[in-house]
């Protein structure tokens, strides 16, 4: 564990088993339709590429890229599409995969953005959620963890662009940040 970790939040081994829960309840909940996944970079990038391994029926994916968070650990509010979609998304049955839920400032804004596009259904799946601190109501249909109001780093998460690159949720050291 490298020094500016806390500690654990979720280790590796719980990470694989969420993946697996989530893959098996899509493949349920999409039978017979072909879902499109839509990652949020840069923060998805491991959630989603476990996900779309671990997932077995044939689907798509594509990315976007919006920012909320300039470099600090507060929502701004405002929410910039920095990466569109590459391809149309009408008639599609969207997934948008998500590292974490925080605000939800981030998932409302895309959520509206996706309906107004005419896909035939959007969905939410984010790896982690922080309930405690939502400013703005959103259905999330699939969650990996919900999560303490805590920092955290890791598994595709950063704090000013580092810690990505961990394998496993781990809680920022508030010395880092304060
Ligand atoms: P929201 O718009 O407030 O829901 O924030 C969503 C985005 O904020 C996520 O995609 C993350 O990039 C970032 N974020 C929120 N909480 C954390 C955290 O604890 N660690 C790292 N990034 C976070
Ligand atoms: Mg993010």
Redo the contacts with the bound molecule.
């Keep these: 564990m490298i020094k500016d970790v806390e500690r654990v939040l979720v280790s590796e081994e719980e990470i694989k088993e969420a993946v697996q829960r989530i893959a098996r309840e899509l493949e349920k909940d999409y039978e017979g339709r072909e879902i499109m996944f839509v990652g949020?970079l840069k923060?998805s990038i491991a959630f989603m590429a476990d996900l779309i391994k671990e997932y077995s029926k044939t689907c798509t994916i594509d990315f976007m890229a919006v920012s909320?968070?300039g470099s600090g650990?507060q929502?701004s509010g405002r929410?910039n599409i920095v990466k569109d979609l590459s391809v149309p998304i009408d008639g599609k049955d969207i997934v948008i995969v998500?590292?974490?839920?925080?605000?939800?400032?981030?998932?409302s804004f895309i959520k509206a953005y996706f309906a107004a596009k005419n896909a035939n259904s959007v969905r939410i799946c984010t790896l982690l959620n922080?309930p405690s601190?939502r400013?703005v109501d959103i259905d999330v249909e699939y969650i990996g963890f919900d999560i303490p109001d805590?920092?955290?780093?890791g598994y595709g998460?950063?704090?000013n662009e580092h810690y990505r690159n961990l394998p496993y949720v781990g809680v920022?050291d508030r010395s880092v940040y304060s």
Excluded: A
């Design positions: 949020l923060g909320s968070y650990t929502s929410v998500e590292d974490i839920i925080d605000s939800g400032n981030t998932l922080k601190r400013v805590e920092f955290v780093i998460l950063d704090y920022l």
